[in-house]
């Protein structure tokens, strides 16, 4: 499998290239060239394959020539001691739970997979330093993934307010790999001071930056992985449509769903589950895209007016409208319903979900109630309920029970420096720590 750039498609690149150098000179972002048919692999494979094996199997055939069966097996083992869950709720609808990983959230499945393709891609004389903004959960997937990764350094950037579960033996002044960096600033100056170091060539190059955020396309890709894992799951007990109800903001996960169609996978629809702020609503109905102003939601991982795969999913939008047109299907969900989604979850079915995945449970709903519809349903249940464990508590009526694992990753944590939002500044950090 080869990338090319969103602007400037002739000029193509390896896997490696790809994810070591993760923006293209050029400008845009990466998205795959071409994608191998993975039928022979999805259509007979064993509703009993475990996450590991089918990650093992698939992965070398998207990539060949660049990750062989043993390294494959290797990235996968060492990788996913978790695996997604698929509950089949009823005849209409089933969930997928992708919030059993280390931190509780999606991103751990693709994090995951990159932090450990990329030390098997770099062998034995690369090195990276993978730098990546961060809020709420993600720095710390990034710094668990990374963490001990040979010849690896994470430097994790945070916006202005309490670092939260990072743990500090894994720090480099402490002999481990990871350096989390405050930013008197937002989010949006994080995300803007990475751009800035990657498109620094030399900078980049003197200290090998990529980013471990969604621009990077080894995180995109592993998404693929779990779509088949859900439909080789559900296959002999399905008759008719298959659709997936994707909570939806920055559109990763709905962009890597639409790859999995496109390698082969049967499947009818996709639901692009959008909170009240409905970036993509307009658009995917063949509308111009207009940015809209931010809105606040109790699904605050969806809060999002400029998704940052805009110029991937745009990609794919030009290369098949009538795909995005008929495959694609907007909803927007209000705080409101959202809230009633949740309650239904639990009163219907016995199931807790954080806001999030109730966003998409209830878009869900929404569709398997119209008239004519006789197809099933599969919510992607992205976020632990414990993380929203209050919210979830008042709505249900339930005492969400905390996962062990989660109390170390609420534990306010230090910075190895506090910085102002400039890249002669985020250089000096990482050169005091290195």
């Known amino acids: 499998m080869q990338f090319k750039s969103t602007r400037a ?114 062998g034995i004389d690369g090195r990276a330093m993978i730098l990546s903004a961060a809020r709420g959960d993600t720095g710390v997937s990034i710094a668990h993934a990374f963490s001990g990764r040979r010849d690896m350094t994470s430097v994790i950037i945070y916006p202005s307010g309490p670092v939260r579960g990072l743990d500090p033996a894994s720090y480099v002044t402490n002999g481990g790999n990871v350096i989390p960096i405050q930013i008197r600033g937002t989010f949006d100056d994080c995300q803007r001071l990475i751009l800035e170091a990657l498109n620094d060539r030399p900078f980049a190059e003197r200290y090998g930056i990529t980013s471990g955020n969604a ?42 769903g639409l790859y999995a169609w496109k390698m082969g996978m049967p499947v009818n629809g996709f639901i692009a589950a959008m909170n009240a702020n409905n970036a993509f609503g307009d658009y995917i109905m063949g509308k111009e895209f207009k940015p809209g102003k931010l809105i606040q939601t109790n699904s605050p991982a969806l809060d999002v007016s400029l998704p940052s795969n805009y110029e991937r999913l745009a990609s794919f939008y030009m290369e098949a409208p009538a795909v995005m047109r008929h495959m694609v299907y907007p909803d927007a969900i209000d705080d409101r319903a959202t809230l009633a989604a949740m309650e239904e979850a639990w009163t219907r079915y016995g199931i807790l979900l954080d806001p999030h995945s109730a966003v998409a449970f209830a878009a869900a709903r929404r569709l398997s109630q119209t008239a004519g519809f006789s197809g099933h349903v599969v919510v992607l249940a992205t976020g632990h309920p414990a993380k929203h464990a209050e919210l979830v508590s008042r709505v249900t009526g339930q005492q969400v029970a905390i996962p062990a694992a989660f109390i170390r990753l609420w534990k306010k944590t230090d910075p190895v420096a506090t910085i102002s939002p400039q890249l002669d500044a985020l250089e000096g950090a990482i050169a005091s720590c290195c």
Not at 219 to 248: D, H, M, N
């Open 215 to 256: 621009i990077n396309p080894g995180r995109l890709l592993p998404q693929v992985f779990y779509y088949f894992y859900a439909f080789i799951k559900l296959k002999k007990i399905l008759t008719g449509e298959l659709v997936f109800s994707v909570p939806t903001g920055n559109f990763g996960n709905l962009i890597a």
């Open 9 to 122: 498609p002739d000029t193509l690149v390896s896997f490696k290239n790809a994810i070591l150098n993760c923006l293209p000179a050029n400008g845009g972002l990466y998205v795959p060239d071409a994608v191998l048919d993975m039928r022979q692999y999805i259509l007979y494979m064993d509703p009993g394959t475990s996450y590991p094996e089918l990650v093992a199997t698939v992965a070398p055939a998207l990539l060949q020539g660049e990750l062989n069966p043993v390294s494959a097996a290797r990235v996968a083992e060492s990788t996913f001691d978790f695996e997604p869950q698929l509950t089949q709720l009823d005849d209409t609808l089933s969930v997928l739970t992708l919030c059993n990983g280390p931190t509780g959230v999606f991103k751990d499945y693709g994090i995951a997979f990159l932090a450990a393709v990329m030390e098997e891609l770099l």
